[in-house]
């Protein structure tokens, strides 16, 4: 059973930095695709960042190009978003993924409960 568990977020400042992790457990993660999504109140889903495990691929949607990353620490089984240069629209419930399928939106079957980043002016 693959377990997801996210942490980090909070109350920051514009400007201001966060990293969030996604812990997993459950199964060897070398063939799978890692995401991080967000979701804001009446909004839709938004894939933000996505990485293969093996760090071959690594997308970002286009408004944090730039200021977040993805990253991975094997021997930690650990999935991070490095979150710098924040904005109020990146305020959002954040939410680590998993697949096997792909790197794209809809290939996500495994999903963590979320982590609150709120942005403050």
């Known amino acids: 059973q693959v377990q997801l568990v996210e942490s980090g977020g909070g109350l920051v400042q514009v400007g201001g930095s966060l990293r969030l992790s996604c812990a997993a457990s459950g199964r060897t993660f070398g063939s799978y695709f890692m995401a991080w999504f967000r979701q804001a109140p009446g909004k839709e889903r938004e894939l933000v960042a996505a990485?293969?495990?093996?760090?071959?691929?690594?997308t970002y949607t286009d408004s944090v190009k730039g200021r977040f990353a993805i990253s991975r620490d094997n021997a930690k089984n650990t999935v991070y978003l490095q979150m710098n240069s924040l904005k109020p629209e990146d305020t959002a419930v954040y939410l680590c993924?998993?697949?096997?399928?792909?790197?794209?939106?809809?290939?996500?079957?495994?999903w963590g409960q979320g982590t609150q980043v709120t942005v403050s002016s």
């Open positions: 993924a998993a697949s096997q399928r792909g790197l794209g939106a809809s290939s996500y079957d495994y």
């Open positions: 990485m293969h495990w093996s760090g071959a691929y690594r």
